[in-house]
């Protein structure tokens, strides 16, 4: 009984294990059935772009023959080595004049394709094939375009104002956000996408603003696919703040006037009750003053008439 169960674990076992390997196979099968890229890179249009293919082992690769082609392409050659030279019988009529190998770097077992000027309709899967050794390997390009976004003030009001972002010569499509100074997301309108003749798309969005003390709005766009960003800021000054400024220098001014015009401001302020009590107190001074230094001329005005007799 006991070698019966020792018996029945082990055929358990060897079945799981068989199941695992045939699951590895069909796996491992299925992937290069797909031909799946192995490695991705990413070039803005215009650029140029190294796609990376190199022999498992550094030999020389000078004299191999070496092709470089799209799948989804027929024959798809963009790039045949072979005795020494380039073959171009085959080559695509988009790529002449525009892919090329390093040949000091053939030498040491780098066969990678160098693709001047990228376009757009270069975005695909590349195959890098050395029949000799029946080596290949992927690369899937992706091609992108980004510019800068333009910040426009299309109305102000005392309280709020509205900001519309645009951007053009993007692709993949883009997204458009707008962003705080803390980088929170603002509430916008929806994003309006136009494609053009040349595939590049333009993206604008329209956001209203609060006016707040430090209100600093970024307008971003973005491509995810790619990785890459772009964005343009904005200071939207507060009205309250301003005001409040303004009033603080007219006041200094009225402390020390310089001209007529501040001059006739502080004219204008209607004197307290203190002040015009003071002010009738200096009157008063001055007109006893004034009696007094009349009397003394007149005495003195007596005393030399006075004076002027008893001489005659």
């Known amino acids: 009984m006991a070698l019966y169960q020792i018996s029945g674990q082990f055929t358990l076992r060897l079945s799981s294990f068989i199941n695992a390997a045939l699951s590895l196979t069909l796996l491992f099968c299925r992937g290069y059935s797909q031909e799946a890229p192995t490695k991705q890179i990413v070039a ?73 000027k990228v376009q757009l309709s270069d975005e695909g899967l590349y195959r890098c094939f050395i029949p000799q050794l029946g080596q290949r390997s992927y690369v899937h390009l992706i091609v992108g375009s980004t510019s800068t976004p333009i910040i426009k003030v299309m109305s102000n009001d005392s309280s709020r104002v509205v900001l519309q972002c645009e951007s053009a010569g993007w692709y993949p499509e883009p997204e458009l956000l707008w962003l705080d100074g803390e980088g929170n997301l603002l509430s916008a309108g929806p994003t309006e996408t136009v494609r053009g003749p040349d595939d590049l798309y333009t993206v604008s969005s329209r956001v209203t603003v609060e006016k707040r003390h430090s209100n600093n709005i970024t307008c971003r766009v973005q491509q995810r696919n790619t990785n890459q960003s772009r964005e343009t800021h904005i200071h939207v000054p507060d009205t309250k703040v301003n005001e409040t400024e303004l009033k603080t220098m007219k006041q200094k001014r009225s402390r020390a006037p310089a001209d007529d015009t501040e001059t006739k401001e502080i004219k204008e302020e209607p004197p307290s009750e203190q002040l015009e009590d003071d002010t009738s107190a200096v009157d008063m001074s001055e007109v006893i003053k004034e009696g007094e230094e009349n009397k003394e001329t007149e005495t003195q005005i007596t005393a030399q008439s006075a004076l002027t007799s008893s001489e005659n």
């Not at 293919?53 to 000078?62: G, I, K, Q």
């Open 44 to 116: 803005l249009l215009g650029d140029d772009v190294v796609l990376p293919c190199s022999l498992e082992h550094p030999v020389d690769a000078s004299n191999l023959q070496l092709e470089w082609a799209r799948t989804d392409l027929t024959p798809g050659f963009i790039y045949m080595w072979d005795k020494n030279e380039e073959n171009v019988e085959l080559k695509e009529p988009s790529y002449a004049g525009r892919t090329s190998l390093s040949f000091d770097n053939l030498n040491h077992g780098d066969i990678s394709l160098i693709l001047s």
